[in-house]
């Protein structure tokens, strides 16, 4: 019985010694790399002078849009 599972764990060792597991570094020039951290998956900046006014005219901007509209279709003659 304990020369079976010392056969079994002696080849379970030597199996996974063979696969040679290995990682490749981040290739920064590769087209499908992209820059990683904080703030680097929204597209745009928020760390620029106006962001505050530019973040808020577009929300309201697509807050306003489909009210605009609704109203402008229920005023608008046929």
Do not use: C, D
Request: proline share 6%; hydrophobic share 40%; net charge positive.
């Amino acid at each position: 019985m304990y020369a079976s599972t010392a056969l079994r764990a002696r080849m379970a060792t030597s199996l996974v010694a063979r696969r040679g597991f290995s990682t490749t570094r981040a290739q920064l020039g590769s087209p499908y790399h992209y820059a990683e951290g904080p703030r680097t998956n929204i597209p745009f900046n928020p760390l620029t002078k106006h962001f505050f006014w530019r973040y808020w005219a577009f929300m309201f901007t697509g807050f306003f849009a489909p009210f605009g509209i609704a109203v402008w279709q229920t005023y608008k003659t046929r």
